[in-house]
């Protein structure tokens, strides 16, 4: 953060239980942020700003500090997005000393379909046509991809006074999912995007479906990028299943040469393994799927328990098998600083591409 940062804001959240809310907001945001926690309050430190955050009276008070204002906006929406969905079911009322301007979010970015095309039999490549990639390069690979009705000029979401996105409704509404940008071609001004093609039999994916029929010129929009920074480290563990074949892969893409990689990625089959072009050394262990759940787990922690105490360790997978990994990395005092640690579905759920 920059020591002259002057844009300001302050919230107060009524949560059922804030001390509960405090707790999911530091184990989440751990990820995507240096979080300290001294008892009852934290501090999230990010490339775009700090959020302080303490309990007072059963209410959690928050003060943000950014460099800009359009940074200031962005971290308001993530803020009131996370805490919304920390509550669940449960009331929660969100107030800001000054509300939220009535337009688009500044994070939101307009695509046009440039060409689709199969990398596996389940692995489909979308790459889109983007008037600015600058703020995709280098830096947080995960947006949100915002799909609209075919057949339909699209209505793009704006803010609530709160600070949450006010997503169109009705014959407008969009379908909106998690994704990695895998490739940026900065010459000509296209981002690439997996879609892991899923295989069960009466789930809904629009996700997959939106690249499985995409077309040249059709409109969609990418809400980002956050989250997901890439590593660096001379010496880098990457364990994952395909939802984080993308990452993995544009992580091997962009490591400056000789930077050193173990890779453990769990796919269907041998048809799912993709080739990693990489300028540093990559040694893959490619596990397909067979009976057991915890395959990827157990030889993740393998590795865990054999590797330095150097090595960058980035995982995504399945929320359980992300907790057993985080659980053996804390076990042995991996430094905080050299863990990505991000679970990407949840067992007995479809996962979404990343």
């Known amino acids: 953060m920059n020591a002259l940062t002057e844009f300001k804001l302050a919230g107060i959240a009524l949560p059922k239980d804030a001390a509960g809310m405090l707790d999911e907001v530091c184990e989440h945001f751990i990820e995507h942020a240096e979080v300290r926690r001294t008892g009852d309050a934290a501090t999230l430190t990010s490339e775009i700003g700090t959020a302080h955050m303490r309990i007072e009276a059963g209410r959690l008070l928050i003060d943000l500090s950014c460099p800009t204002q359009e940074a200031l906006q962005m971290s308001r929406t993530i803020i009131a ?64 991809l915002l799909v609209p009705p075919k057949g339909r000029a699209p209505v793009w979401p704006g803010l609530q006074e709160d600070g949450r996105i006010a997503w169109p409704r009705g014959e407008d509404a969009l379908v909106v999912r998690a994704y990695t940008i895998r490739a ?25 479906d939106f690249a499985r ?17 890439l ?52 040694d893959v262990r490619w596990l397909h799927r067979a009976g057991s759940g915890n395959m990827l787990a157990q030889a993740a922690l393998q590795a865990v328990a054999e590797m330095d105490d150097e090595t960058f360790v980035w995982v995504a997978c399945e929320r359980e098998d992300v907790r057993r990994i985080r659980a053996a990395l804390k076990s042995r005092g991996h430094d905080r600083n050299r863990i990505y640690a991000a679970w990407y579905w949840e067992r007995e759920r479809t996962p979404s591409s990343h």
């Open 81 to 144: 997005e996370h805490l919304f969905y920390f509550a669940g079911d449960d009331p929660l009322e969100l107030t800001w000393s000054g509300p939220a301007p009535r337009t688009r979010p500044a994070n939101l970015h307009e695509i046009t379909v440039v060409s689709a095309s199969d990398v596996t039999p389940r692995m489909r490549r979308v790459v889109f046509a983007c008037p600015d990639v600058t703020p995709f390069i280098g830096g947080d690979m995960h947006v949100r």
């Open 184 to 208: 940026i071609d900065e010459e000509r001004g296209e981002i690439a995007v997996d879609f892991l093609q899923h295989p069960a039999a009466g789930i809904a994916t629009p996700g997959a």
């Open 213 to 229: 029929d995409a077309r040249p010129g059709d409109k969609a929009a990418l809400l980002g990028p956050g989250g997901g920074g």
């Open 231 to 282: 590593p660096q480290a001379g010496s880098i563990l990457l364990a994952g299943d395909e939802t984080a074949l993308p990452a993995i892969a544009r992580i091997a893409a962009e490591v400056p040469a000789g930077t050193r990689m173990q890779a453990i990625i769990e796919v269907e089959d041998e048809a799912e393994e993709q080739a990693l072009p990489t300028a540093g050394s990559l």
